[in-house]
Nanobody
Framework: QVQLVESGGGLVQAGGSLRLSCAASGRTFSSYAMGWFRQAPGKEREFVATISGNGGSKFYADSLKGRFTISRDNAKNTVYLQMNSLNSGDTAVYYC???????????????WGQGTQVTVSS
């Protein structure tokens, strides 16, 4: 069982940056791929980025490459999402998730956090 708690969301002006964190419980954090997903009002949850268990592989949604960076610190059981050059289209609830496979598919992730709201004002 893995419990995930996101933090770092908030209100930011367009062009600004935020860093989200996701703290995980358990002693097997490094065995999980970690993903970030987001859900905007009235839209389906969508893939943002994922990172392999040892941090050596990363994959991003095409539309977010170059602005978002995923990283992890296995000693701290934490995964991060650095978001730069934010715009109103990035407004959403952001979720972290843990899964056994390094994939972008939402259904492949077994554990989910409660989400953290990111609001970008224009």
């Amino acid at each position: 069982q893995v419990q995930l708690v996101e933090s770092g969301g908030g209100l930011v002006q367009a062009g600004g940056s935020l860093r989200l964190s996701c703290a995980a419980s358990g002693r097997t954090f490094s065995s999980y791929a970690m993903g970030w997903f987001r859900q905007a009002p009235g839209k389906e949850r969508e893939f943002v980025a994922t990172i392999s268990g040892n941090g050596g592989s990363k994959f991003y949604a095409d539309s977010l490459k170059g602005r978002f960076t995923i990283s992890r610190d296995n000693a701290k059981n934490t995964v991060y999402l650095q978001m730069n050059s934010l715009n109103s289209g990035d407004t959403a609830v952001y979720y972290c998730a843990a899964g056994r496979h390094f994939v972008a598919t939402l259904d492949s992730y077994d554990y989910w956090g409660q989400g953290t709201q990111v609001t970008v004002s224009s």
